[in-house]
């Protein structure tokens, strides 16, 4: 599976929790940030799709390519 990661400002990271959520998807809040895990046929269990790290200013986030 390939992740993409990129650093961005909260306001970006929080337009993409929103549009996930808009969209269906459960977007939890988790002690260092927010995770939202998703379904795939290749895998039993489902996979984390979205999950950040909280920072001082930006956001590290990492997305699974589906």
Known sequence: MKYQ???????EVQRMIKS???SGLKVNKIDSGYICKA??????DPIAAFYNMEGRS?????????
Do not use: F
């Not at 990661?5 to 306001?11: A, D, F, H, R, V």
């Not at 379904?39 to 039993?44: A, G, L, M, R, V």
């Open 5 to 11: 990661t990129e650093i961005l400002s909260k306001p």
């Open 20 to 22: 996930l959520r808009s």
């Open 39 to 44: 379904i795939s046929p290749e895998q039993k």
């Open 58 to 66: 930006e956001y590290l986030v990492i997305k699974q390519q589906l």
